[in-house]
């Protein structure tokens, strides 16, 4: 036995030895002595694979520092208590699968044991007679997620099940056999939204695999060519949302970027891999093409008008896997997917600290703590590609992606959505009209969603990154038990609106049938939004109605928004426009302008209103949709009067 760095190194027959007297030691009860992860070392380098070994073995340690090894109760044992949430995500036996590949790849046992407990755990739990598992002990009784543990277990089983001795092999499969008749009698493609039955379409095709239970291929090819019908003449994959075929007034469908990039599409291309479905492979491919679209140069995906965004993080989905088994394991079929799950990887690591995914780019920062679930879910996904032998050496011209280029405007009018690239400016705006409800999980009733009204819902700058960025309409927790709460700190909605306070809020954001325009001309672009200031719930001011009119003008060199209203309101009107900023870039306000130092220059925001900007907060405000800092601008507002906000990049 060798010891490196303080850990425990063992040979396979070790491993196997390890397994076997974990496994008696968790069924007697007693306690495993604790197991802290290392400090991560993160150690830069051009190697794709070694970027991927170094992120996965980061998080795992991360994971170990986090479960519960020292008390002697069933109810804790084993578990991976959550920093953010305090409490046990159901979830969290997801990561058998990471940890038995990292245990299996480094030689280290003490990830193997780390697997064993929070199996155990998972089994004492959530699991049920039924065969299924819960979303949570308590929370949420939604058996819907029997499809990710059961895709974890097999993973485990097929990729690593030679680390555990006979007994505990033949009880996993035994267990993953029942997950597996219990999904067989419970998922249709109506079940939940589209993200479970095209997942199933891979638990099964993968089940029917390890399990040699050749019907479950049949309900796997059957679940995945039936998805082939939910999907928009764009590419775009729709069913994120109830009813998942109905349409909006607007024509639009139930789609969630998020969602979609980092557990249904990898779902189909691994399904189609495995089974050689040649029809469900091409689609998916035209369906990865499609979503590429809405990745930043950063390495981010735009989900800021999804219908599930209450989720979204600035690198994804905040309980989904990640977009690299797709991207990565489908490379041959364009160079630039390579590219997109490179630069999201990238981007996870900036975001990763003390070993944990944190759940946007400013948590850290911020001092809000990482949810683990973000942890345990993405790490299987960077297993599936070290284990694929997907994760290839970086070529050396780097791809172009398609916001890479000014190509002018894309409208997807399935999502009432328009991407506006000049310039070094990438824009979105959206008055998107589908109005999602939670329907397994807590909260969904309170009408709380992603922008709309012809918002400015993102606006970022090839220099300087993120400038503008929405949130949800107003935050509230649609799934309990898979968002956090705020803490003490300044916080508000982020996305850009003219606002009212009266007996509530009052926005630009919320009104489904507001109107948009749009004009592109190579030397600029203009969309034109009008609509009613409306509340979550979609009802005008108590006084009657306040009409909103907004312009956004962009150019090579700057972008301007143009606000006016019509109508009486009792209280004052605004157009707040938060600017992305962490508290550790210098600020500097003047009456009519505020400079914002950011990294990559220097950020130049005017105003033509006589009253000038009010007087900045000395905190920064934030929000955990999309995990942003930022300066909150405002100017009020006077009925028939134009307001016009200018933002540029100028030099220091």
Same mark, same amino acid.
């Given at each position: 036995?060798?010891?490196?760095?303080?850990?425990?190194?063992?040979?396979?027959?070790?491993?196997?030895?390890?397994?076997?007297?974990?496994?008696?030691?968790?069924?007697?009860?007693?306690?495993?002595?604790?197991?802290?992860?290392?400090?991560?070392?993160?150690?830069?380098?051009?190697?794709?694979?070694?970027?991927?070994?170094?992120?996965?073995?980061?998080?795992?340690?991360?994971?170990?520092?986090?479960?519960?090894?020292?008390?002697?109760?069933?109810?804790?044992?084993?578990?991976?208590?959550?920093?953010?949430?305090?409490?046990?995500?159901?979830?969290?036996?997801?990561?058998?699968?990471?940890?038995?590949?990292?245990?299996?790849?480094?030689?280290?046992?003490?990830?193997?044991?780390?697997?064993?407990?929070?199996?155990?755990?998972?089994?004492?739990?959530?699991?049920?007679?039924?065969?299924?598992?819960?979303?949570?002990?308590?929370?949420?009784?939604?058996?819907?997620?029997?499809?990710?543990?059961?895709?974890?277990?097999?993973?485990?089983?097929?990729?690593?099940?030679?680390?555990?001795?006979?007994?505990?092999?033949?009880?996993?499969?035994?267990?993953?056999?029942?997950?597996?008749?219990?999904?067989?009698?419970?998922?249709?493609?109506?079940?939940?939204?589209?993200?479970?039955?095209?997942?199933?379409?891979?638990?099964?095709?993968?089940?029917?695999?390890?399990?040699?239970?050749?019907?479950?291929?049949?309900?796997?090819?059957?679940?995945?060519?039936?998805?082939?019908?939910?999907?928009?003449?764009?590419?775009?994959?729709?069913?994120?949302?109830?009813?998942?075929?109905?349409?909006?007034?607007?024509?639009?469908?139930?789609?969630?970027?998020?969602?979609?990039?980092?557990?249904?599409?990898?779902?189909?291309?691994?399904?189609?891999?495995?089974?050689?479905?040649?029809?469900?492979?091409?689609?998916?491919?035209?369906?990865?093409?499609?979503?590429?679209?809405?990745?930043?140069?950063?390495?981010?995906?735009?989900?800021?008008?999804?219908?599930?965004?209450?989720?979204?993080?600035?690198?994804?989905?905040?309980?989904?896997?990640?977009?690299?088994?797709?991207?990565?394991?489908?490379?041959?079929?364009?160079?630039?997917?390579?590219?997109?799950?490179?630069?999201?990887?990238?981007?996870?690591?900036?975001?990763?600290?003390?070993?944990?995914?944190?759940?946007?780019?400013?948590?850290?920062?911020?001092?809000?703590?990482?949810?683990?679930?973000?942890?345990?879910?993405?790490?299987?996904?960077?297993?599936?590609?070290?284990?694929?032998?997907?994760?290839?050496?970086?070529?050396?011209?780097?791809?172009?992606?398609?916001?890479?280029?000014?190509?002018?405007?894309?409208?997807?009018?399935?999502?009432?959505?328009?991407?506006?690239?000049?310039?070094?400016?990438?824009?979105?705006?959206?008055?998107?009209?589908?109005?999602?409800? %939670?329907? @397994?999980?807590? !909260?969904?009733?309170?009408?709380?969603?992603?922008?709309? $009204? =012809?918002? +400015? #819902?993102?606006?970022?700058?090839?220099?300087?990154?993120?400038?503008?960025?929405?949130?949800?309409?107003?935050?509230?927790?649609?799934?309990?038990?898979?968002?956090?709460?705020?803490?003490?700190?300044?916080?508000?909605?982020?996305?850009?609106?003219?606002?009212?306070?009266?007996?509530?809020?009052?926005?630009?954001?919320?009104?489904?049938?507001?109107?948009?325009?749009?004009?592109?001309?190579?030397?600029?672009?203009?969309?034109?939004?009008?609509?009613?200031?409306?509340?979550?719930?979609?009802?005008?001011?108590?006084?009657?109605?306040?009409?909103?009119?907004?312009?956004?003008?962009?150019?090579?060199?700057?972008?301007?928004?143009?606000?006016?209203?019509?109508?009486?309101?009792?209280?004052?009107?605004?157009?707040?426009?938060?600017?992305?900023?962490?508290?550790? %870039?210098? @600020?500097?306000? !003047?009456?009519?302008?505020?400079?914002?130092?950011?990294? $990559? =220059?220097? +950020? #130049?925001?005017?105003?033509?209103?006589?009253?000038?900007?009010?007087?900045?907060?000395?905190?920064?405000?934030?929000?955990?949709?999309?995990?942003?800092?930022?300066?909150?601008?405002?100017?009020?507002?006077?009925?028939?009067?134009?307001?016009?906000?200018?933002?540029?990049?100028?030099?220091?």
């Amino acid at each position: 036995m060798n010891n490196r760095n303080g850990s425990q190194w063992f040979t396979r027959r070790e491993l196997l030895r390890v397994s076997a007297a974990s496994a008696a030691t968790l069924a007697s009860g007693l306690v495993v002595p604790q197991l802290l992860g290392e400090e991560p070392r993160h150690t830069a380098t051009n190697s794709v694979p070694n970027c991927y070994a170094e992120v996965l073995k980061t998080w795992c340690d991360g994971l170990l520092a986090h479960q519960v090894t020292n008390i002697q109760d069933d109810a804790l044992l084993g578990a991976l208590l959550c920093p953010a949430c305090t409490l046990v995500h159901g979830r969290c036996g997801d990561a058998i699968y990471p940890l038995l590949h990292v245990s299996h790849t480094t030689g280290d046992a003490k990830y193997l044991r780390a697997a064993l407990a929070v199996h155990s755990w998972t089994e004492r739990q959530v699991s049920r007679a039924d065969g299924s598992w819960v979303n949570d002990v308590t929370l949420s009784s939604w058996k819907g997620i029997t499809v990710f543990h059961a895709i974890a277990l097999a993973e485990a089983l097929h990729h690593h099940g030679s680390l555990l001795d006979m007994a505990t092999q033949r009880q996993w499969t035994d267990r993953l056999a029942r997950a597996a008749r219990f999904l067989d009698g419970f998922i249709s493609i109506e079940t939940g939204n589209i993200n479970y039955p095209i997942t199933s379409s891979y638990a099964f095709a993968l089940c029917g695999q390890v399990l040699g239970e050749s019907r479950y291929l049949d309900r796997a090819r059957a679940l995945a060519h039936t998805s082939l019908d939910y999907f928009t003449s764009n590419g775009l994959l729709f069913g994120e949302g109830h009813p998942l075929n109905e349409r909006s007034p607007k024509g639009c469908h139930p789609i969630d970027l998020g969602y979609n990039v980092e557990e249904s599409l990898p779902a189909l291309a691994l399904y189609s891999l495995l089974t050689n479905d040649k029809a469900v492979l091409d689609q998916t491919v035209k369906a990865l093409k499609a979503h590429m679209e809405f990745m930043l140069p950063d390495g981010a995906w735009d989900n800021s008008w999804g219908t599930r965004n209450y989720k979204w993080t600035w690198w994804g989905s905040r309980t989904s896997d990640g977009c690299h088994p797709a991207y990565a394991l489908l490379a041959d079929h364009d160079a630039r997917f390579a590219e997109v799950a490179r630069r999201n990887l990238e981007l996870m690591a900036s975001c990763t600290h003390n070993g944990l995914l944190y759940g946007g780019p400013d948590y850290f920062a911020h001092g809000d703590q990482p949810c683990i679930h973000h942890t345990f879910t993405h790490a299987k996904a960077l297993a599936t590609v070290l284990d694929s032998g997907a994760a290839k050496p970086e070529p050396a011209a780097k791809a172009t992606l398609p916001r890479d280029e000014a190509y002018g405007v894309k409208t997807f009018p399935e999502i009432a959505t328009s991407l506006a690239a000049i310039g070094s400016w990438r824009a979105t705006v959206t008055d998107y009209d589908w109005e999602y409800v %939670e329907h @397994v999980q807590s !909260g969904g009733g309170s009408g709380a969603g992603h922008a709309s $009204g =012809g918002a +400015l #819902s993102l606006l970022y700058h090839q220099r300087l990154g993120p400038i503008l960025v929405a949130s949800m309409t107003e935050y509230s927790m649609i799934e309990i038990s898979n968002q956090q709460a705020f803490t003490d700190a300044p916080h508000m909605t982020l996305t850009p609106r003219i606002e009212c306070r009266s007996d509530r809020a009052y926005t630009s954001l919320s009104d489904f049938d507001a109107l948009v325009t749009k004009n592109a001309s190579p030397d600029e672009i203009v969309f034109e939004a009008r609509g009613r200031l409306l509340s979550t719930a979609h009802k005008p001011l108590p006084e009657g109605e306040v009409h909103y009119q907004l312009v956004y003008k962009l150019s090579n060199t700057t972008v301007a928004i143009v606000a006016t209203v019509r109508g009486g309101a009792k209280a004052p009107i605004e157009l707040i426009v938060p600017v992305v900023s962490r508290s550790s %870039e210098a @600020v500097e306000q !003047g009456h009519d302008a505020v400079r914002i130092a950011k990294q $990559g =220059g220097i +950020l #130049s925001v005017t105003t033509n209103a006589k009253q000038g900007f009010a007087t900045l907060p000395k905190e920064r405000t934030f929000n955990l949709v999309p995990g942003f800092e930022c300066v909150p601008l405002s100017v009020t507002m006077q009925p028939g009067e134009e307001i016009q906000v200018r933002l540029e990049v100028v030099q220091s």
